[in-house]
């Protein structure tokens, strides 16, 4: 059962250092692969790092996260604007219209980099943080990083970022999960206020 899965879950930043063999990588990768995407665009690409230097020099560009170095592999969700043919900021419009003068406006590069496929690489990214942890997998997501960085060091095409580190490894320790809201804190049934002025 999935929720059996994820009650188990936690961020794992303690890694064992061993490899994770490629099918078993493969497997977390294809359930990154199978994710829903606004007008099926999947505008995602993954790199997955093996390679322990390039390992190294990624978890500076994450401003010296180093817990990082110890990690199996990496897996860089990489996203790129969409086209205006297929959408573009057309989309980011009707999702805003109040601020669709200041979307219209927006310099290229900062569109791209704040654009909402960015957002949509958090979910094949959590496919695969799901798949990992049925072959006992750890991972920890990683936003804290320099996003102009990174994108050169993988020689990107000028087009995409580097949206999301994600990593795995095996878990050298045993922790316990942190701790979530309940969920009557989170939930509201209708409108919001009516809701939560219940409890
Ligand atoms: C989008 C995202 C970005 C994150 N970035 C970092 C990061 O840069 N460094 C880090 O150590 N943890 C990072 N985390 C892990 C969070 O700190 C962690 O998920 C949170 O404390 C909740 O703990 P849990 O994952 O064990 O439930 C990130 C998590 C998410 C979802």
Redesign the pocket.
Known sequence: MILDLLKK???I?NFTGKDVPDEIINYILEAGRLSPSGGNEQPWKFGVITDKALIHDISQI?YN?EWIIKASFLVILCTYNIAQSHGGRDVQKARFPRHSKIIEELDDEIYSKLHMEEHQT?IPGTHMVIAALEHGIGS??????DVDKLTSFLNLPSSYIAS?IIAFGDPASNEN??VKKDLNELVFRNKFESWFSRI
């Open positions: 879950r936690k961020s930043r994450a996260q958090k920890t997501w990683v936003s804290y990083f999301e999960v942190t």
